[in-house]
Nanobody, 129 residues
Framework: QVQLVESGGGLVQPGGSLRLSCAAS????????IGWFRQAPGKEHEGVSC????????PYADSVKGRFTISRDNAKNTVYLQMDNLEPEDTAVYFC??????????????????????WGQGTQVTVSS
């Protein structure tokens, strides 16, 4: 059974950091493109970043560029999202998702949540003083 489980969310002050994890079971993450999305209350899913097999060129949303870093640990079958210098506008539920047709984010519209096949349940990130 394919499953993605996010963890690492929480409450943090502006300027703080969090590292989110996306652990996979039932399939090998390294074979596929993995995206991170977020959804704030009343808003649609926003593509944050995407990581390809063997890394490749990594895209980021303009709103997080320079502050967020996506990475993967194939031995742990886990993808991470390091979030630094957090802002209140980053408050959202964060999801990871797997696209199992293509291995590279450049081969499909990675920002489109409808292009992903498997989703985690999400982890809440709240940035507030």
């Amino acid at each position: 059974q394919v499953q993605l489980v996010e963890s690492g969310g929480g409450l943090v002050q502006p300027g703080g950091s969090l590292r989110l994890s996306c652990a996979a079971s039932g399939f090998t993450l390294d074979y596929y493109a993995i995206g991170w999305f977020r959804q704030a209350p009343g808003k649609e899913h926003e593509g944050v970043s995407c990581i390809s097999r063997n890394y490749g060129s990594i895209p980021y949303a303009d709103s997080v560029k320079g502050r967020f870093t996506i990475s993967r640990d194939n031995a742990k079958n886990t993808v991470y999202l390091q979030m630094d210098n957090l802002e209140p506008e980053d408050t959202a539920v964060y999801f990871c998702a797997a696209h199992v047709t293509y291995a590279y984010c450049s081969d499909f519209p990675w920002r489109d949540p409808k292009k992903y096949d498997y989703w985690g349940q999400g982890t809440q990130v709240t940035v507030s003083s």
